[in-house]
């Protein structure tokens, strides 16, 4: 299984929205409306934010959404602040009945 | 309030059998999906496997063949075990309560090196 594909890297200036990308295939993203996204700080556990393609996780801010379409989902911060400044992890259920992360982005705030 | 306990580090030889246990405080490990996962030092997150309510498990494809999730109501903790480890084992692992999919609490993971 094939970790799905995410840009190493976005950036962007405060206040600012930036949007994040995640491409699998027919057999997860696209076959599944079961697309998580995790925030994860340096040294830290990782943080469900988004569930089930665009809901948001108790306690999420509401800067933070996500879409989907085709084989390809989408995370966008919306007011960009210097908190936000995190790697971000996609993931879906595949189609072999397992689970599959992206290969992860890095958000700079600059 | 469910917390996960997970603590030491581990240091390991190529080809002995990785043990890591998450004890559960707050929660009973009978009544949800658990997960865990790991990261090697600098790279991604990887889907290690999950265990349901009544004990079925799914497993990474890759790690399949070597990888046990089980969880212990006696003592009400989680438990991995990884065989024939090698330095690609290297890395911190976490556990959380709930699926990939959608969950709430996790560990503060623990790192275990592979080194000869």
């Known amino acids: 299984q094939s970790a799905l594909t995410q840009p190493a890297s976005v950036s962007g200036s405060p206040g600012q929205s930036i949007t994040i990308s995640c491409t699998g295939s027919?057999?997860?993203?696209?076959?599944?409306?079961?697309v998580s996204w995790y925030q994860q700080h340096p040294g830290k556990a990782p943080k469900l934010m988004i569930s089930?393609?665009?809901n948001r996780a108790s306690g999420v801010s509401n800067r933070f959404s996500a879409s989907k379409s085709g084989n390809t989902a989408s995370l966008t911060i919306s007011g960009l602040q210097a908190e936000d400044e995190a790697d971000y992890y996609c993931?879906?259920?595949?189609?072999?009945?397992?689970?599959?992360f992206g290969t992860g982005t890095k958000v700079t705030v600059l | 309030q469910v917390q996960l306990q997970q603590w030491g580090a581990g240091l390991l030889k190529p080809s002995e059998t990785l043990s890591l246990t998450c004890p559960v405080y707050?929660?009973?490990?009978?009544?949800?999906?658990w997960i865990w996962i790991r990261q090697p030092p600098d790279k991604g997150l990887e889907w290690i496997g999950e265990?349901?309510?009544?004990?079925?498990?799914k497993y990474s494809p890759s790690l399949e063949s070597r990888v046990t999730i089980s969880g212990d109501t006696s003592k009400n903790q989680l438990s991995l075990k990884l065989s024939s480890v090698t330095a690609a084992d290297t890395a911190v692992y976490y556990c959380?309560?709930?699926?990939?999919?959608?969950?709430?609490?996790w560990g503060q993971g623990v790192p275990v090196t592979v080194s000869s």
């Open positions: 959380a309560r709930g699926t990939l999919r959608t969950n709430d609490y």
């Open positions: 707050g929660g009973s490990v009978s009544d949800s999906y």
């Open positions: 265990i349901s309510p009544s004990g079925t498990t």
């Open positions: 027919s057999g997860d993203v696209g076959g599944y409306n079961y």
């Open positions: 089930d393609v665009t």
């Open positions: 993931s879906s259920y595949t189609i072999s009945d397992t689970y599959v």
